[in-house]
């Protein structure tokens, strides 16, 4: 067997080398067949028995998952247990098995499917995952039915890294097992929903690796690394000596940086920055804290979405706000507004499906067509800022009228909780995210407005230089070390600071370790990164000095494209930090 290596989307940090155990997730195989008139109260009979062991399965789902992730990733099975009381879904079922006489099994599958189809063809992302519930939840009714048991995934009774079609929120209780080594995807975005699991439950992960799941078999030797996203199939006596070389090194690594991480972010000469994590789910501040943060600077609060088929009233943000900032306390917690749009479209709120989502209906524009999703956040993190020190920031900010409206809005708010006698704490802050041009152009002018920025090097980079984030083809493009995103970041420290305010830097950007002597020495005042890279980012700030990294900004600025200044950062730091093992894999500085 020859060695093949293939690339994917590194989704969580970490070098696996291992035996493959494939899952599919591939319907359950029935026959069919008809159910004589005599039978058919006993087959309704077969078929509530299974509806009451589905209801019984996803509630254990739902309660292990909460202890694992937090409650909001664990409603997912709510939104599946709906189903189960879905009035028309059963009724059809019910019908078909006493009127057709045929059997559970078969008028399950073929309800479902037609739910599924129903479903996508609406041609709307939030539709398509209901489909994918009613599908989950048709399969696993079929699964008890056949007394095949819950297990989707399993059992792994040894070691093994496991290479899937796709990771569904159902599968990650498995994960819990320690025999997971690593796992490897088809399917999956650096945001989809199994990156975002696997790295909160710090399992190692590639995905994007489109047909992997054909490509092996149980038992094959592979190797995955969720640092680079290789992926090695059938690796050769040396690869694997290299790569254990690596794991070594990298594990060590990490043992040297939770010592690291009980320090502060300051450079050698004393120079202090906040280093804050980014998170989408409470559940994530257990990680931020145990890898030494000074606060959440980005809680993409969205994400409330993903798990929720209505939308969510202020009694359930207030707690789930709450969550974070009590966890947190007294270190500051930063809510982002509903950022929903774009490629974040989670609910049946009716987003409608547009040709450009990310300059479309998106964020604060969605709140300003819908006042009450605003009034009930702003009601929800004012009260829950009780808990803790808090600060509110609204993104995809274009100029000055928005945010004006937005502090009209947020005053009324606060002396309408004082009305109705509810405790908030008043001392919120209200910040911006800088990430459309038009706001890094007039933000000497904003930020006389506000009292802190935040740049989303994300979207601006997409917006600077007209390159849409989510586009494969177009990858090669999306270069946030270019000179003109890097002179609207100056620009905007600088407006920031002339008007005695702090500025953030909250993108990818922030966590890419090419880049943190520049970000430094331009003056950042706060870098908020994903939980796992606190510890790595921390490591470099405390190894540099300020003022080698004022010199070195100096220098930087001076190139005039994009691969110059890559590259000049990339030798720099390679050079400079030369026994840090986060380079081994990395040949360019565009490694996004
Ligand atoms: C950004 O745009 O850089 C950012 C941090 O926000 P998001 O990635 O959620 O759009
Ligand atoms: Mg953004």
Same mark, same amino acid.
């Given at each position: 067997?020859?060695?093949?290596?293939?690339?994917?989307?590194?989704?969580?940090?970490?070098?696996?080398?291992?035996?493959?155990?494939?899952?599919?997730?591939?319907?359950?195989?029935?026959?069919?067949?008809?159910?004589?008139?005599?039978?058919?109260?006993?087959?309704?009979?077969?078929?509530?028995?299974?509806?009451?062991?589905?209801?019984?399965?996803?509630?254990?789902?739902?309660?292990?998952?909460?202890?694992?992730?937090?409650?909001?990733?664990?409603?997912?099975?709510?939104?599946?247990?709906?189903?189960?009381?879905?009035?028309?879904?059963?009724?059809?079922?019910?019908?078909?098995?006493?009127?057709?006489?045929?059997?559970?099994?078969?008028?399950?599958?073929?309800?479902?499917?037609?739910?599924?189809?129903?479903?996508?063809?609406?041609?709307?992302?939030?539709?398509?995952?209901?489909?994918?519930?009613?599908?989950?939840?048709?399969?696993?009714?079929?699964?008890?039915?056949?007394?095949?048991?819950?297990?989707?995934?399993?059992?792994?009774?040894?070691?093994?890294?496991?290479?899937?079609?796709?990771?569904?929120?159902?599968?990650?209780?498995?994960?819990?097992?320690?025999?997971?080594?690593?796992?490897?995807?088809?399917?999956?975005?650096?945001?989809?929903?199994?990156?975002?699991?696997?790295?909160?439950?710090?399992?190692?992960?590639?995905?994007?690796?489109?047909?992997?799941?054909?490509?092996?078999?149980?038992?094959?030797?592979?190797?995955?690394?969720?640092?680079?996203?290789?992926?090695?199939?059938?690796?050769?006596?040396?690869?694997?000596?290299?790569?254990?070389?690596?794991?070594?090194?990298?594990?060590?690594?990490?043992?040297?940086?939770?010592?690291?991480?009980?320090?502060?972010?300051?450079?050698?000469?004393?120079?202090?920055?906040?280093?804050?994590?980014?998170?989408?789910?409470?559940?994530?501040?257990?990680?931020?804290?145990?890898?030494?943060?000074?606060?959440?600077?980005?809680?993409?609060?969205?994400?409330?979405?993903?798990?929720?088929?209505?939308?969510?009233?202020?009694?359930?943000?207030?707690?789930?706000?709450?969550?974070?900032?009590?966890?947190?306390?007294?270190?500051?917690?930063?809510?982002?507004?509903?950022?929903?749009?774009?490629?974040?479209?989670?609910?049946?709120?009716?987003?409608?499906?547009?040709?450009?989502?990310?300059?479309?209906?998106?964020?604060?524009?969605?709140?300003?067509?819908?006042?009450?999703?605003?009034?009930?956040?702003?009601?929800?993190?004012?009260?829950?800022?009780?808990?803790?020190?808090?600060?509110?920031?609204?993104?995809?900010?274009?100029?000055?009228?928005?945010?004006?409206?937005?502090?009209?809005?947020?005053?009324?708010?606060?002396?309408?909780?004082? $009305?109705?006698?509810? @405790?908030?704490?008043?001392?919120?802050? #209200?910040? +911006?995210? &800088?990430?459309?041009?038009? /706001? %890094?152009?007039?933000?000497?002018?904003?930020?006389?407005?506000?009292?802190?920025?935040?740049?989303?090097?994300?979207?601006?980079?997409?917006?600077?230089?007209?390159?849409?984030?989510?586009?494969?083809?177009?990858?090669?493009?999306?270069?946030?070390?270019?000179?003109?995103?890097?002179?609207?970041? $100056?620009?905007?420290? @600088?407006?920031?600071?002339?008007?005695? #305010?702090? +500025?953030? &830097?909250?993108?990818?950007? /922030? %966590?890419?370790?090419?880049?943190?002597?520049?970000?430094?020495?331009?003056?950042?005042?706060?870098?908020?990164?994903?939980?796992?890279?606190?510890?790595?980012?921390?490591?470099?700030?405390?190894?540099?000095?300020?003022?080698?990294?004022?010199?070195?900004?100096?220098?930087?600025?001076?190139?005039?494209?994009?691969?110059?200044?890559?590259?000049?950062?990339?030798?720099?730091?390679?050079?400079?930090?030369?026994?840090?093992?986060?380079?081994?894999?990395?040949?360019?500085?565009?490694?996004?």
């Amino acid at each position: 067997m020859p060695e093949i290596q293939l690339s994917g989307v590194p989704a969580a940090p970490g070098i696996a080398i291992g035996e493959v155990f494939l899952f599919r997730h591939d319907e359950p195989e029935f026959q069919q067949y008809c159910v004589v008139e005599s039978f058919r109260g006993a087959e309704l009979d077969r078929f509530e028995e299974s509806l009451s062991e589905t209801r019984r399965q996803l509630s254990t789902l739902r309660n292990r998952m909460s202890k694992l992730v937090g409650d909001a990733i664990a409603r997912i099975f709510d939104a599946q247990a709906v189903i189960l009381d879905d009035v028309e879904f059963i009724s059809t079922i019910r019908n078909a098995i006493s009127q057709e006489g045929l059997n559970a099994e078969a008028v399950v599958h073929r309800t479902a499917n037609s739910f599924q189809e129903a479903f996508n063809n609406l041609d709307d992302e939030v539709f398509r995952g209901k489909a994918q519930d009613v599908h989950d939840v048709g399969c696993r009714i079929i699964r008890n039915l056949l007394g095949k048991g819950d297990s989707a995934i399993g059992p792994l009774d040894r070691p093994a890294i496991l290479v899937t079609d796709d990771l569904l929120p159902s599968d990650v209780v498995h994960l819990l097992r320690k025999n997971v080594q690593a796992v490897a995807a088809d399917l999956g975005g650096a945001a989809s929903h199994t990156a975002i699991l696997t790295r909160s439950l710090e399992v190692p992960s590639v995905v994007g690796l489109k047909d992997l799941t054909n490509r092996v078999k149980n038992g094959d030797r592979i190797i995955v690394n969720g640092n680079s996203g290789k992926v090695i199939l059938n690796p050769l006596a040396e690869t694997i000596t290299s790569y254990v070389v690596k794991q070594n090194k990298y594990e060590e690594y990490l043992a040297e940086l939770v010592d690291i991480e009980k320090h502060p972010a300051e450079t050698t000469d004393g120079h202090r920055i906040a280093l804050k994590a980014n998170i989408e789910l409470p559940g994530e501040t257990k990680a931020a804290l145990k890898h030494g943060c000074d606060g959440i600077g980005l809680f993409r609060s969205e994400y409330l979405f993903l798990t929720s088929n209505v939308i969510p009233g202020e009694e359930d943000q207030y707690k789930y706000y709450r969550q974070v900032i009590e966890a947190m306390a007294p270190n500051p917690v930063t809510i982002r507004t509903f950022d929903l749009g774009g490629d974040k479209v989670f609910t049946d709120l009716p987003l409608p499906v547009e040709p450009n989502p990310f300059m479309g209906w998106r964020a604060i524009r969605v709140f300003f067509d819908q006042p009450k999703l605003l009034h009930t956040q702003l009601r929800a993190i004012l009260r829950a800022a009780t808990a803790g020190p808090t600060r509110i920031m609204f993104p995809f900010v274009s100029g000055i009228m928005e945010i004006r409206q937005l502090k009209e809005i947020f005053e009324e708010i606060k002396s309408e909780l004082e $009305k109705e006698g509810f @405790d908030f704490n008043p001392d919120v802050e #209200i910040g +911006v995210m &800088i990430e459309l041009p038009s /706001a %890094a152009i007039m933000a000497d002018r904003i930020a006389k407005e506000v009292d802190f920025f935040s740049i989303g090097t994300n979207d601006l980079t997409q917006f600077v230089l007209a390159v849409d984030r989510g586009n494969e083809r177009v990858r090669s493009l999306f270069r946030p070390l270019h000179p003109a995103v890097i002179r609207m970041i $100056k620009m905007t420290v @600088d407006a920031g600071h002339s008007a005695g #305010i702090k +500025v953030a &830097i909250c993108g990818e950007l /922030a %966590a890419n370790p090419t880049a943190t002597m520049l970000l430094i020495g331009l003056g950042l005042d706060e870098l908020s990164v994903s939980p796992l890279a606190l510890g790595e980012i921390k490591k470099l700030v405390r190894s540099m000095s300020y003022e080698e990294a004022v010199e070195f900004t100096g220098k930087a600025l001076e190139y005039d494209t994009a691969v110059e200044l890559e590259h000049f950062c990339y030798d720099t730091m390679k050079h400079r930090f030369a026994e840090l093992p986060i380079w081994f894999d990395n040949n360019s500085g565009n490694n996004y």
